[in-house]
Structures are given as structure tokens and as C-alpha cells.
């Protein structure tokens, strides 16, 4: 079992932190009912954690993967951080008792699919169905307690789907988007990591932080995002299910709603173009423009999907031709851009060339394509989840080079 006190538990204290009188600490957990509120994380929903000003939730997916799993857990110890896990089902299956270790130091585990393959958006139902009972299965199998999973799912890329959130819904399993990313799936430097972390957090002043427990620059960035943490006075706050002896903690509906003091011109701003684009916001330093081309192809079908769909409602409708030329933002770009800058985006979508794809000519078709962020690629590198999550790329590649 999750050995998390419940609500209302006062802060941690330096001495509840033997050792590291510095520490961070978690300074309450927040405990939700899923069916309460199936979809949180205004990345993409209208609903996120019923966080105060100046609380923040650490989220880590795609393990685990001991090199950096290992990292990232002593990080936390020595800070007496909780954060919540979304285990990817291969990986417990390489690693199960990597898994053990994060219900061990009380890390709350949900699940992330069996596979991680990035068409959540648009595989049958049946198929979404399978890669989320097999992950769940590889998660449980690696636990002595089944019961220590937390019924919270977060799909692989974020591309989400109506369908596949309505059966998550109805199990009661609760789908987390995020609030900001810090776009550590990316190759940018632990520093920039540590920047876009603390930036993104700024402009809302709370909300769930989205980091990958698999990759060396997150656990480069981790201690010096604890220690701006700290240092602006920001807190912990650790996420566990209700269950039949641990009730919700009692929440007003406007808790799970952003604060609108929070919103910063810009972020108000942010929903004439749907999903992420904060991310690409005027008042973050732009990303390498040419390494969100990696998700261009994707984003589309996720309003289309929602339309209506409640949480949508708040989103704009697309333009046009999102609907008309579905799946072709991709095809745009080739059109509009050399063949290297194109071969250069694809590149990139596979995560495994050098900074340069961040300057192919493709950067004025990223611009006017500015919607689609960019999480579609928060999969982990080929290999860590297996070739599987990497193989749709190329295949879509050749299939619109074809046209
Ligand atoms: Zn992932």
C-alpha cells in the first residue's frame, strides 16, 4: 500500500528528513477520486490537480530504466519528494523491481501502456484497450501488492482520443495530462531542461510538471529545479487514489479549474490555439522551432476527436484544414520545405540526430503550424521502450512521400 499520510498532513519539516535538513519535502498529499474527475491537466483539459498557488506535483514517465530511474529516486530521497510514476509496461518487464522500488519510497505508480506506441490517437479502441491492460498487467506483476497501482493512467504523447478516455473513464482510472512539460524527451541540454521547467511554472504558478525518469539531462535538471523550488518558495504536493479507507480529500469544483489570477496575459491568450502552445508562447524563449515539427502530424486529429467532448468546449474549433487535409501538416511541411529539411524533421521525430535538425528550413511551416506541440515525441529514445514506439515514423514518412 501506499504508505502516504492523508490530506491536510502539515509540511515536511526538516527533521522529517533525516540527514538532509535542507530538504525540499512534500508538504501535503492530495488524495482524488478518479471517477470524480476523470481527465486532468490543463495541457489539455479543462480540469488539473486542485493545487494552491505555489504547489507543484512532480510526474515522471517512461520507466523505469535504472541508469537514470536509480538517479532520479535518490534525487528525491534525499529531498523526501514524493512524485507520481507512469510506468511504461516493457519497462516493468525489464525492470520489475525498479517498480518496487518506487512504491518502497512511497511514490505513488500509474501506468503509461504496455508499449508506448504513439497512435493513441487514432488505433482502435480494442488495441488501446490491450496496450492499457497490458501495462497495467507488467506494472502489477512487477508489485507483491497489485492494490499499491494507482488507477491513474497517462497516454503515451499525450495524443489523446475520446474513445480511449470514455473506457479509461468508465474503469475509473484517471487520465493525467499535465500542465507543462519541461521537454526533457527532447535533445536539449539538463540546463534547458532546468529552465523551461521553472519558466513554465512561473507563468501558472502551480500545477503537475511533466519529466521523464529515462533520460540523463532530467536528472541533470532535477536538483536545480528543487533548488529554485525551494528557493521561490514553491511546494510538493503528492497525488494518491482515493480508496474504500482513504477518502477524497474534500474539494471544491473551482479548485480543479486554474486559478484566473494565475493566468498571465500570454496564458490567457493560449487557447485560440489549442494544446501546448504555451510551450511556444511569446514569453518563453522559443524552443529549437524545427524539433516540434516532430509532432506536427499528430496534433491534428486531437481536437477533431474531442469535438464535442465537454472538456473541448474550451478549446477553439481548428481551422479548416486541420478537418480537410487530416494527417497532412506533415505533407504541408514537405511541400513547403526542402527535401532536407523534411528529411531533417523526420530525423528528429526519431530522437536521434544532433542539434542541427533545430535549423532545417522547416522553421516557418513549425510557425504556421504553431498548434502542434510538441509532446507527441516524449517517448522515450528507441530502445529504452523498444523499437515499437519508434517504428510509426518512418513508415508515415514513406507513406507521404508516396503522395
Ligand atoms: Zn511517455
Known amino acids: ?21 535542507d530538504a525540499l519535502g512534500t508538504s501535503r498529499t492530495v488524495v482524488v477520486d478518479p471517477r470524480e474527475h476523470p481527465r486532468i491537466g490543463t495541457m489539455q483539459y479543462r480540469e488539473t490537480l486542485p493545487l494552491r498557488d505555489h504547489e507543484v506535483v512532480l510526474t515522471f514517465d517512461d520507466g523505469p530504466l535504472p541508469k537514470y530511474s536509480n538517479q532520479v529516486l535518490q534525487i528525491l530521497a534525499n529531498e523526501c519528494i514524493k512524485a507520481t510514476f507512469f510506468i511504461v509496461g516493457r519497462q516493468a518487464q525489464a525492470n520489475p523491481e525498479g517498480v518496487r522500488k518506487l512504491v518502497a519510497a512511497g511514490h505513488t505508480v500509474g501506468t503509461h501502456s504496455q508499449n508506448h506506441p504513439l497512435t493513441f490517437e487514432k488505433m482502435p479502441v480494442e488495441k488501446a484497450k490491450a496496450e492499457i491492460d497490458g501495462g497495467i498487467a507488467s506494472t502489477t506483476a512487477a508489485l507483491s501488492d497489485p492494490s ?8 503515451p504523447g499525450l495524443l489523446r482520443a475520446q474513445g480511449v478516455e470514455d473506457l479509461l473513464a468508465s474503469r475509473g482510472i484517471q487520465v493525467w495530462s499535465a500542465d507543462f512539460p519541461a521537454d526533457d524527451w527532447r ?3 539538463g540546463e534547458r531542461v532546468h529552465q523551461l521547467a521553472m519558466q513554465r511554472l512561473e507563468a501558472k504558478g502551480k500545477g503537475i510538471l511533466l519529466l521523464h525518469d529515462i533520460q540523463p539531462r532530467t536528472v541533470a535538471a532535477l536538483p536545480k529545479i528543487i533548488h529554485d523550488l525551494k528557493a521561490r518558495g514553491y511546494r510538493i504536493v503528492h497525488v494518491v487514489p482515493a480508496t474504500a479507507d482513504r477518502p477524497a480529500t474534500p474539494t471544491e469544483p473551482t479548485e480543479w479549474l486554474l486559478h484566473p489570477q494565475s493566468e498571465s496575459v ?12 504555451f510551450a511556444q508562447g511569446e514569453p518563453l524563449p522559443a524552443p529549437a522551432l524545427a524539433d516540434l515539427n516532430a509532432e506536427l502530424p499528430r496534433q491534428p486529429a486531437l481536437p477533431r476527436r474531442s469535438a464535442g467532448e465537454a472538456d ?13 487535409i487530416p494527417e497532412k501538416s506533415l505533407a504541408v511541411l514537405l511541400t513547403t520545405s526542402s527535401r532536407r529539411g523534411a528529411t531533417r524533421t523526420a530525423s528528429a521525430e526519431t530522437g536521434h540526430r544532433s542539434h542541427a535538425v533545430a535549423r532545417g528550413k522547416a522553421r516557418t511551416p513549425a510557425r504556421s503550424h504553431g498548434r502542434q506541440h510538441a509532446h507527441a515525441a516524449h517517448t522515450a529514445p528507441k530502445g529504452t521502450t523498444g523499437g515499437t514506439a519508434a517504428k510509426p515514423r518512418p513508415t508515415r514518412l514513406a507513406s507521404l512521400k508516396k503522395r
Open 266 to 277: 500570454p496564458v490567457a491568450r493560449w487557447p485560440k490555439i489549442p494544446n501546448f502552445v
Open 312 to 324: 473541448a468546449a474550451a478549446l477553439p474549433v481548428p481551422g479548416r484544414d486541420v478537418f480537410e
Open 1 to 21: 500500500m501506499l504508505a502516504a499520510p492523508i490530506a491536510g498532513t502539515p509540511a515536511a519539516a526538516a527533521a522529517d528528513c533525516p540527514g538532509h535538513p
Open 148 to 155: 499499491a497501482l494507482a488507477p491513474f493512467f497517462r497516454i
Open 187 to 189: 535533445h536539449v541540454s
